[in-house]
């Protein structure tokens, strides 16, 4: 698909249009990934942050906040009861967080690696590449970096420090690559500033760096940060301006489905915040085939606030899994076992 159809489709509001889109998505997911939905147990593993993203309630400016860090025993047993309740997968995410140094976390994903089953992702945000070697080392599968959009004004205008550097995400993702990491990236939908012809190319850029994983999600306001009290990018007029809507958010997994039918593609929580009654299943069924339930220690859940009202605040591992596992059968999938890595078929491009 060209970057101009990407755009068309972004455009597109006609339903029974609209319809044809989801069920070619769906189409060519259950073609290339199957009707396994594959559930990563996701572990929020410290809220501290050097960064200032004008989006995010983790900014290191928020000092208000009271931040956590989990503790390496913590972190082992979250990873132990995901393996117990059946996950394939433990994701390890944090702000951008320097005491969890190399070597600490290393120690960590070596235990992880030895003691359980589980593939174990990382989501730890722009780290130096010994300290992504070392992590490839001790057994790391996989990591995730957004590439939060690939208009270069409107990523040095939300990423205050990062002027002249918008490329330092892609040139990151190249070395993980090298390193061996299956790869994940993804952008944020509807951000001020945002036109609906740069987010059709970062749909097409997904393709290009055959990404392993794509995560993609509205952007929420929040309202203790810059984008949420205004002071960032003007929006566009309205004709340009992508909007921060759930309805946009399923063109996009639908259309990143059709451009890389082969990766994995989480409903994500974002869109579950947007509507908590059907954002997931509705996810599930225009593309995507992955679901990130929360593992984090329910103590710590409600501080990491990327942004407010995320779903599923409340749940325990075992609900969270159980809930999870009948909503998924509820819309005819079935639960996927093991680690669920990206599968690459004989003729797949880049392979
Ligand atoms: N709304 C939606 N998603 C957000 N993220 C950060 N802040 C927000 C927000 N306000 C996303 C970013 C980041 C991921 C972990 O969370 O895309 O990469």
């Known amino acids: 698909m060209t970057t101009a159809e990407l755009e068309t489709w972004l455009r597109e509001t006609n339903p029974a249009r609209l319809e044809t889109l989801w069920a070619r998505a769906d189409a060519t997911r259950q073609a290339h990934v199957g009707d396994a939905v594959h559930l990563r147990a996701l572990v929020e ?15 290191a400016e928020r000092r208000n906040l009271p931040r956590y860090r989990m503790t390496a025993a913590e972190i082992l047993a979250a990873a132990r009861q995901a393996a117990a309740t059946g996950y394939g997968t433990v994701v390890l995410q944090s702000g951008e967080d320097p005491v969890l140094d190399a070597d600490r976390l290393a120690n960590l994903i070596q235990t992880i690696k ?12 722009e780290r130096r590449a010994e300290e992504l070697a070392a992590w490839r080392a001790a057994g790391a599968d996989r990591y995730l970096l957004r590439f939060e959009t690939g208009d270069e004004t409107l990523y040095e205008a939300i990423h205050p420090d990062r002027s002249g550097r918008a490329g330092e995400r892609l040139a990151l993702l190249a070395t993980l690559r090298n390193l061996g990491y299956e790869i ?11 036109s609906y012809t740069s987010l059709a190319r970062d749909i ?12 993609v999600g509205p952007f929420i306001a929040h309202p203790a940060t810059p984008l949420g009290r205004g002071e960032g990018p003007a929006p566009l007029p309205a004709h340009h ?3 921060n809507t759930e309805a946009m958010a399923y063109k996009v997994v639908a259309l990143t489905r059709l451009v890389c039918p082969e990766a994995n593609l989480p409903s994500t ?23 990130m339930p929360n593992l984090t220690p329910r103590s710590y859940r409600a501080l990491y606030e990327i942004y407010p009202a995320k779903a599923c605040l409340g749940e325990t591992a075992q609900e969270g899994r159980t809930g ?4 998924i059968r509820a819309v005819g999938r079935t639960v996927g076992r093991g680690p669920g890595g990206r599968r690459r078929s004989a003729t797949g491009h880049g392979a």
């Open 204 to 215: 097409a850029r997904f393709a290009e760096l055959d990404l392993d994983m794509v995560g």
């Open 114 to 125: 030895t003691e359980t089953p589980l593939a174990v992702t990382l989501s730890l945000g």
């Open 241 to 243: 301006q992508v909007p």
């Open 184 to 194: 994940g990236s993804g952008v944020l939908i509807g951000l001020p500033g945002q």
């Open 324 to 327: 999870m596992e009948a909503r």
């Open 269 to 291: 929580t974002a869109l579950a915040s947007l509507n908590p009654a059907q954002g997931r299943e509705l996810g599930l069924q225009r593309g995507a085939n992955v679901i």
């Open 45 to 59: 593993v410290s809220s501290h942050c050097t960064r200032r993203c004008a989006y995010c309630g983790l900014r």
